[in-house]
């Protein structure tokens, strides 16, 4: 979500742009309006902003009778019709899409990019990339799945894909088959933490598990103990353990995820060390205020911890929340990185 000083503005302007990025709690009134509300404007102090209208009214709020914030707008089914269109007839141009909606096509390639955080023909790539791999995860050959998923070739699947992902298409199928990891368990002042790596970066941090666990996660690919292949990136990641709040975008990653987990995930490492998000703010981070459980669960299966900082996601309501290796271990990540008990209670 936008700052709360970018917020205010929005609706000084009653800016229809950011109509469904948060809703505008008018806590003198009782009540939350879109941005772009015409009533009277309140006055700041009674103001407070939130994510998604549930969030507003789980604080006691209720919604404007008129701007309707709880409502979608023309703007808003016009994009979800376009989605259902996408997702059952493939990738459409925009002139299709505009023949559609009724919008023009450079209107409406601003209003579902704004909506979604993607232009229509990046959500479609998405769309069959995730395809793809729920039917590489449900043993579907690779070649069946990209068929499936409606691209015209293989090489078109891998031409999308490149850089993106790290591991390759059959990677997903036979759960690293073929694959080298190496690993090791390093001690470090939050506890024993298991470090492991491909090639091409890391592909799980956690925290007081073992080898046990990494061969779950990976079945079938060899794995090493130590290496001098590792040892230069363990000194790295300790560094940005002991000190998260310093900048480790140089370190390689090679992730594992279905297209929304990475969006999620890149999302998380925009997020600056020393700030925190709730989910429904995290969730307007990728256009869809309304997301929020989606972007829970894609945090959850966030295999790199710190270095894919799902730590910096707090609930809306106060306080630490979950985390997959203990509250004690988050609160401390966000402590080191100058989140005080002020801002999380």
Request: a neutral charge; proline letters at 4%; glycine letters at 10%.
């Amino acid at each position: 979500m936008i700052s709360d000083a970018d917020a205010w503005e929005a609706v000084q302007r009653k800016d229809r742009a950011f109509d469904g990025a948060f809703v505008t709690g008018v806590h003198s009134t009782g009540i939350y309006c879109r941005p772009s509300c015409p009533a009277r404007m309140p006055l700041r102090k009674n103001v407070r902003f939130y994510a998604n209208p549930e969030d507003a009214e789980a604080a006691g709020l209720r919604a404007c009778k008129r701007c309707s914030p709880n409502t979608q707008s023309a703007e808003e089914a016009c994009v979800l019709a376009a989605i259902a269109a996408i997702r059952t007839g493939g990738a459409m141009t925009l002139d299709q899409l505009s023949d559609l909606t009724g919008y023009s096509p450079t209107h409406f390639q601003r209003l579902f990019k704004r909506t979604i955080g993607l232009s229509p023909a990046a959500f479609a790539r998405a769309l069959r990339e995730e395809r793809v791999r729920e039917a590489l995860e449900s043993g579907a050959s690779v070649t069946d799945a990209l068929y499936q998923a409606g691209y015209s070739a293989p090489s078109r699947f891998y031409a999308d894909t490149k850089g993106k992902l790290g591991m390759q298409a059959s990677d997903w199928r036979d759960g690293g088959k073929g694959r080298t990891v190496h690993w090791s368990v390093v001690s470090t002042s939050l506890g024993e933490m298991l470090v492991a790596a491909t090639e091409k970066g890391v592909c799980c941090l956690s925290f007081n598990e073992g080898v046990e666990e990494l061969r779950a996660r990976f079945p079938n690919a060899q794995l090493l103990e130590g290496g001098e292949e590792l040892s230069t990136l363990l000194k790295q990641v300790v560094a940005a353990v002991e000190q998260p709040d310093l900048d480790n975008s140089h370190i390689p990653l090679d992730v594992k995820g279905t297209a929304f987990q990475q969006r999620c995930w890149q999302a998380l490492r925009e997020i600056p060390a020393g700030e925190t998000r709730s989910y429904g703010e995290q969730a307007a981070m990728l256009g869809n205020p309304k997301a929020s459980r989606a972007v829970g669960s894609a945090n959850g299966a966030n295999n790199i911890a710190v270095l894919i900082p799902c730590h910096r996601v707090v609930p809306a309501s106060g306080g630490v929340g979950g985390y997959a290796y203990g509250a004690e271990i988050k609160a401390e990540l966000l402590k080191r990185e100058g989140v005080g008990e002020k801002e999380l209670f």
